[in-house]
């Protein structure tokens, strides 16, 4: 019996009927980019100029462009200690592709603030293609309304970005996503009596990294998954204050809709964003 593993006459099939097959290995869902690298375009040259008429250039290569967008959370009282991880994972390897009609474009912080500073604009960052054709956009919650300028120990006061104006490049925009970066909480073994003492004495209330939190901190970010989906959800009241900024959300559209009535604007919505469950 033949195993079902290989197809050894594949490439006796009309070319026609190859392309349709290496399509349908196309992954619909709604990824959040930039992606992990898309394993499908490199099997083979055919499969790459086929799977390339989907998945287009949207990432530029971006000096001293961070490597990793997580961070880590502690917190430890009597008989009881945790450790979190936030972020949307690491920044490299990421694939420099996206298919404009499902996924989903983050507008992080470290992409809106040069350009709030105006020393960047959103072509240094992306290609005109996409920026023409990406459908789907997420902003985090709390970083939808601007804020006064804040205060900083040395230097002149920083101004929060205003995320909202790079929308308006977006040609193709469908839905604009309000969310928060995902985040995974374990417990870990509780500091002793003497470790709580030295924690209480310290300037800032904090322990040292020691070797149970950095063991930890490897095995969490093992688990952490870097493939990451946006699902939207239709019941926000789990986020704090959402309904304020979701109508802020709101309002701003539909008056920029007003003011530019050739752009194409979004439909606003709540999401989540889960760890990949397929990898």
């Known amino acids: 019996m033949q195993s079902t593993e290989s197809?050894?006459?594949?490439?006796?099939?009309?070319?026609?009927?190859?392309?349709?097959?290496?399509?349908?290995?196309?992954d619909l869902r709604s990824h959040?980019?930039?992606?992990?690298?898309?394993?499908?375009?490199?099997?083979?040259?055919?499969?790459?100029?086929?799977?390339?008429?989907v998945y287009r250039p949207c990432f530029r290569p971006v000096p001293q462009y961070r490597e990793d967008d997580t961070g880590f959370g502690v917190m430890s009282k009597p008989g009881e200690r945790w450790l979190e991880i936030q972020g949307m994972g690491k920044r490299s390897p990421r694939s420099p592709y996206a298919n404009y009609e499902t996924d989903v474009l983050y507008l992080a912080w470290a992409i809106l603030y040069p350009i709030h500073?105006?020393?960047?604009?959103?072509?240094?960052?992306?290609f005109q293609e996409a920026i023409d054709h990406v459908q789907h956009v997420f902003i985090r919650l709390n970083a939808w309304t601007p804020r006064g300028p804040r205060?900083?120990?040395?230097?002149?006061?920083?101004?929060?970005?205003?995320?909202?104006?790079?929308?308006?490049?977006?040609g193709s925009?469908?839905?604009?996503?309000?969310?928060?970066?995902?985040?995974?909480?374990?417990?870990?073994?509780?500091?002793?009596?003497?470790?709580?003492?030295?924690?209480?004495?310290?300037?800032?209330?904090?322990?040292?990294?020691?070797?149970?939190?950095?063991?930890?901190?490897?095995?969490l970010r093992a688990r952490f998954a870097e493939g990451k989906i946006l699902t939207p959800i239709l019941d926000p009241t789990s986020f704090t204050?959402?309904?304020?900024?979701?109508?802020?959300?709101?309002?701003?559209?539909?008056?920029?809709?007003?003011?530019?009535?050739?752009?194409?604007?979004?439909?606003?919505?709540?999401?989540?964003?889960?760890?990949?469950p397929e990898g």
């Open 7 to 26: 197809f050894p006459l594949f490439p006796n099939l009309p070319t026609e009927l190859r392309d349709k097959i290496w399509l349908h290995t196309i």
């Open 32 to 53: 959040v980019l930039p992606r992990p690298p898309i394993t499908e375009l490199a099997v083979c040259h055919e499969a790459r100029n086929v799977l390339l008429k």
């Open 117 to 126: 500073q105006e020393e960047a604009s959103l072509q240094k960052y992306f």
């Open 151 to 170: 205060r900083r120990m040395v230097g002149p006061p920083v101004t929060k970005p205003d995320p909202r104006q790079p929308l308006l490049s977006f």
């Open 173 to 219: 925009l469908k839905t604009l996503s309000l969310a928060e970066e995902p985040k995974l909480r374990v417990s870990i073994p509780p500091l002793n009596d003497d470790q709580l003492q030295k924690q209480r004495e310290s300037r800032f209330h904090r322990m040292p990294d020691d070797e149970v939190l950095e063991r930890e901190k490897l095995v």
């Open 241 to 276: 204050n959402p309904y304020l900024k979701f109508d802020q959300a709101r309002q701003w559209i539909n008056r920029k809709a007003e003011e530019l009535p050739n752009w194409n604007a979004p439909e606003v919505q709540y999401a989540t964003i889960i760890a990949d």
